[in-house]
């Protein structure tokens, strides 16, 4: 099964990729991660057609069965968690609109379930991520977050006892 992992943001909006793979000690093999880039010099609306296409046309090339989304935390700034919000939303249409399964996680149960505490650093989660999937360097920060996402799902429900 693979897993597509988002982390929201207005500039570049990571993505990571990840299969399940029963006999890989992580139970997860790297597949894809980057970022899709926004300008700020193009309208809003726009930017956020890009992030929905080019999110839309991962999925159809990869065939996730699940998407696993970071939610928006409280920025400091109210107008850009709002557009923030905005981003992740173009994701939930891209993911809704191809059918599927939606989960969302917090910035502090990734953080918790990556590196194991709430607190850690995005190079801590960085480094757990390049350590997990067994990669030779680390993702950008964006798409580390993604992967973290990623794998927060596959983490969060093997003990569960859902049929992922």
Same mark, same amino acid.
């Given at each position: 099964?693979?897993?597509?992992?988002?982390?929201?943001?207005?500039?570049?909006?990571?993505?990571?990729?990840?299969?399940?793979?029963?006999?890989?000690?992580?139970?997860?093999?790297?597949?894809?991660?980057?970022?899709?880039? +926004?300008?700020?010099? +193009?309208?809003?609306?726009?930017?956020?057609?890009?992030?929905?296409?080019?999110?839309?046309?991962?999925?159809?090339?990869?065939?996730?069965?699940?998407?696993?989304?970071?939610?928006?935390?409280?920025?400091?700034?109210?107008?850009?968690?709002?557009?923030?919000?905005?981003?992740?939303?173009?994701?939930?249409?891209?993911? +809704?609109?191809?059918?599927?399964?939606?989960?969302?996680? +917090?910035?502090?149960?990734?953080?918790?379930?990556?590196?194991?505490?709430?607190?850690?650093?995005?190079?801590?989660?960085?480094?757990?991520?390049?350590?997990?999937?067994?990669?030779?360097?680390?993702?950008?920060?964006?798409?580390?977050?993604?992967?973290?996402?990623?794998?927060?799902?596959?983490?969060?429900?093997?003990?569960?006892?859902?049929?992922?």
């Amino acid at each position: 099964m693979i897993i597509l992992g988002i982390d929201p943001g207005l500039l570049k909006t990571g993505y990571g990729i990840i299969e399940i793979k029963p006999l890989i000690k992580s139970g997860a093999s790297f597949v894809d991660c980057g970022f899709i880039a +926004t300008s700020p010099a +193009t309208s809003f609306p726009l930017r956020l057609k890009k992030i929905y296409d080019s999110l839309s046309s991962l999925i159809e090339e990869f065939q996730p069965a699940v998407v696993a989304i970071e939610d928006t935390y409280i920025a400091k700034n109210a107008q850009i968690a709002l557009k923030l919000g905005k981003a992740a939303g173009a994701a939930i249409v891209a993911a +809704t609109n191809k059918k599927r399964r939606i989960f969302s996680f +917090t910035p502090l149960q990734i953080k918790q379930n990556i590196v194991g505490k709430g607190n850690a650093s995005k190079e801590q989660v960085s480094f757990m991520v390049k350590q997990i999937l067994g990669l030779e360097k680390e993702p950008s920060p964006d798409a580390s977050d993604a992967l973290a996402t990623a794998l927060c799902y596959l983490s969060y429900y093997k003990g569960s006892g859902l049929n992922i």
